[in-house]
Antibody, heavy 117, light 110 residues
Framework: QVLLVESGGGVVQPGGSLRLSCAAS????????MHWVRQAPGKGLEWVAF????????YYADSVKGRFTISRDNSDNSLYLQMSSLRAEDTAVYYC??????????WGQGTLVTVSS | QSALTQPASVSGSLGQSITISCTGT?????????VSWYQQHPGKAPKVMIY???KRPSGVSNRFSGSKSGNTASLTISGLQAEDEADYYC??????????FGGGTKLTVL
């Protein structure tokens, strides 16, 4: 079955950087686009970024554009989110999710990022 | 891109039916058949319940159904069960590789 496992979350100071990872298994990773979606504590879901199956194109929410970079390594079945210039409002649980026909088909359990001094 | 509009909360009794609305614009919900619905229990990851407005993934109970009229999509849950109590989110793919979610609806089963 599909398994997505996020890692790399933690506490970081405002203005700092962090790299999240998502290890995928149970499906042919290189066939699917992948997303990052986040959820601030007690708040709703917010789409963050999407990368095509082959990594050829990436798309971002306005709130993270220019600060976050989504990437993937199909040889290692891994998805990444490089986050820089972090702000308090970036504090959230970050989920990776598999795309299937423009919806979020499978989700990981999430990793918590806390931006605080 | 603005978030889609959902009621903050809905409630229903065991065995009853409820409907959760999701209102957007002609540029998202009304313009494309790419509305999906997600169920999220506390502390858990979201789970897709409906996609492409009305399609149900394998394994999802047929008590869950989706529809759309104009700029408003709806999720209906019939025969409410205790385990249906959760947060529900709608999502749409407006265009140009940007996705949006609704603010979420807390379902309480009485």
């Amino acid at each position: 079955q599909v398994l997505l496992v996020e890692s790399g979350g933690g506490v970081v100071q405002p203005g700092g950087s962090l790299r999240l990872s998502c290890a995928a298994s149970g499906f042919t990773f290189s066939d699917y686009g992948m997303h990052w979606v986040r959820q601030a504590p007690g708040k709703g879901l917010e789409w963050v970024a999407f990368i095509l199956y082959d990594g050829s194109n990436q798309y971002y929410a306005d709130s993270v554009k220019g600060r976050f970079t989504i990437s993937r390594d199909n040889s290692d079945n891994s998805l990444y989110l490089q986050m820089s210039s972090l702000r308090a409002e970036d504090t959230a649980v970050y989920y990776c999710a598999k795309d299937r026909g423009l919806h979020f088909d499978d989700w990981g359990q999430g990793t918590l990022v806390t931006v605080s001094s | 891109q603005s978030a889609l509009t959902q009621p903050a909360s809905v409630s229903g009794s065991l065995g009853q039916s409820i409907t959760i609305s999701c209102t957007g614009t002609s540029s998202d919900v009304g313009g494309y058949n790419y509305v999906s619905w997600y169920q999220q229990h506390p502390g858990k990851a979201p789970k897709v319940m409906i996609y492409d407005v009305s399609k149900r993934p394998s394994g999802v109970s047929n008590r869950f159904s989706g529809s759309k009229s104009g700029n408003t999509a709806s999720l209906t849950i019939s025969g409410l069960q205790a385990e249906d109590e959760a947060d529900y989110y709608c999502s749409s793919y407006p265009s140009s590789k940007i996705w949006v979610f609704g603010g979420g609806t807390k379902l309480t089963v009485l």
